[in-house]
């Protein structure tokens, strides 16, 4: 068991080694997309409400810029971009290399991911801690606070397993990132990520509530801005999605590994 | 050891057609081509040999190696390595080989070497006092200590394939796998690999597969030979029965610093320079003393030599003309 923690560790401290080697990459990595979402939806929702009184579906500009805010910060605790690294380790070939140690491929992005996931969640913190000295957010209940955050680490690890899934497909395709990029967008707009969900028809709210995308962004913000009526619903989606999630990679992975032919090495 | 028996391996490709309209028409149509990379192979390694995978490119040794290891499945037919199946890759075994591919590097690139090594000990459970051992013995024999501390991407290529050696032997392995372990390098690095791999051999004993086209590697480290072509097994034996393989008659060559008559050689297959100052004869070892003194006598001999590498004169025929193998 102590043997295996420490390959864990290792395995951890490794890419963090490997992230500290190009740090500016990484700090843009995370932050760049981020931001430029965050930038974007801001600037479009100040053009759309006429002045400080208007109010859209409940929102008022201060509450939607809050609600946008704390969707960055989800963001920037949730969505790893381990998925690159997965896939092209596929594509290229080096899978050999965890064929042969005695550490699977699995284990090894998924320590890579909880090492990602720990400086994102660093720069996350510098990023909040800015956001509320600048006003632009406040902590509403410190409980529900960490309650979010929690949740948030959780939402992590679901976009961990979907970005597996997607790593996994370069036993088939020769490039991932489109159907990364795609589903992405997909997901972005349809968790209440872009559009605050009611905001939606009602029929379309309607659906999404059996669907896992509310739980990884509407959900949360709603935690952090002081609601926990979606708490125990998001995280029995999140759990049944996951559980679902690691079915699928498990026969996705016995499938791929039977069609890798490590051409070229 | 290892054991294989009618071991098949197919890769399934697609053709597709030139240009923008094949790429289209790929979309619903493909054209899918299947390659037999290894067909019906047999072989049985005993522990502690080191066996030479020999034969052109794509004729199925790279396919052996990475079912031997378990990262290829095969078609049909069974594999057997160390009483495991490879492709069940269950830890166990994966603990108890070691493999090192020439045009792929197992370090961490962006890290220097000894996180690597570190990171490879709690893979394999090491414990700090073999570790620190392994890593003092090997780096002293391969003259890599100052390199350990280094970020492998600034290695050279020959550096970076010693510690590529050093990490996989670092859990000693009952097998190492060696594919063309001296690729692109340069001749005193391939020398280096050689003999740590031979005075490590000596001392653990590991079974070792190794390809290489460098037949120098091959001549150095071999005991026994596999020859693939094609994927199916053309030879297999040892490394002198290889070299008697086209006839066992020796190739000598002279230099002479006049012209000398071409009738003395004329019944030894004699292949001359075209200044005719140069000629390489074939001949049988019975007849190689007597002759050779003959010829020191009666011609100008500035130098002669005797074939120092048969077994790459054997190689570059049998790829050029495969059909001797057929009139064995």
Known sequence: MIANLNKWFQTMQISWTTLMAYRLNFALLVLGPALVFYFVKVSLWQTLYIDDTTVLQGFNLKEMLHYQSWSLVIVLLAQSSNGVNLSEDIRLGRISKYMVYPFNFWEFHTASFLSFQSLQFFIAGICLALLLFLDVLIIENLNYFFIGVLYSLLVGLFWFSVQYFTGLMAFWLDETWTMRAVFQIIVNFLSGAVIPLPFFPEWAQKVLVYTPFPSLTYTPIRIFMGDLSGLYQGLLTLFISMLFMIVINTLVWKKGVRLFSAAGM | ?328
């Open chain 2, 1 to 328: 050891m290892i054991k294989t028996q009618q071991l098949v391996k197919n890769f399934v490709s697609y053709k597709k057609k030139p240009g923008i309209m094949g790429s289209i028409e790929s979309l619903w149509k493909r054209e899918a081509v299947t390659k037999n990379a290894v067909e019906r192979f047999d072989l049985e390694i005993p522990s502690g040999q080191i066996v030479g995978l020999l034969g052109p490119n794509g004729a199925g040794k790279t396919t052996l190696m990475k079912m031997f290891t378990g990262i290829i499945v095969p078609s049909s037919g069974e594999v057997e390595v160390l009483g495991h199946k490879p492709f069940d890759r269950d830890k166990d075994f994966r603990r108890k080989i070691a493999l090192v591919m020439g045009q792929k590097s197992q370090l961490w690139w962006d890290i220097p070497a000894m996180d690597s090594l570190h990171l490879i000990k709690a893979y394999y459970e090491i414990s700090d006092a073999d570790f620190k051992e392994r890593v003092e013995l090997m780096a002293e024999l391969l003259n890599v200590e100052e390199l350990l501390h280094i970020h492998v991407r600034r290695l050279s290529l020959g550096e970076r394939m010693k510690l590529e050696l050093m990490a996989s032997l670092l859990h000693k392995p009952e097998i190492l796998f060696l594919d063309e372990p001296t690729i692109g390098l340069d001749l005193i690095a391939q020398d280096a690999i050689r003999d740590f791999i031979k005075s490590y051999h000596a001392k653990y004993k590991p079974t070792v597969i190794l390809t290489s086209h460098y037949m120098q590697d091959v001549q150095a480290l071999c005991s026994r030979l596999v020859l693939i072509m094609g994927g199916k097994k053309s030879f297999d034996g040892p490394i002198g029965e290889f070299e008697r393989l086209l006839g066992s008659d020796k190739i000598v060559s002279f230099n002479f610093s006049s012209e000398p008559s071409r009738d003395f050689f004329n019944a030894f297959q004699p292949k001359w320079s075209d200044n005719g100052l140069q000629v390489e004869i074939a001949i049988s070892k019975e007849e190689l003393c007597p002759f050779c003194a003959k010829v020191l006598e009666q011609f100008e001999v500035s130098d002669f030599q005797t074939e120092k590498l048969p077994i790459e004169r054997i190689m570059k025929e049998l790829m050029m003309r495969p059909e001797l193998l057929n009139d064995r």
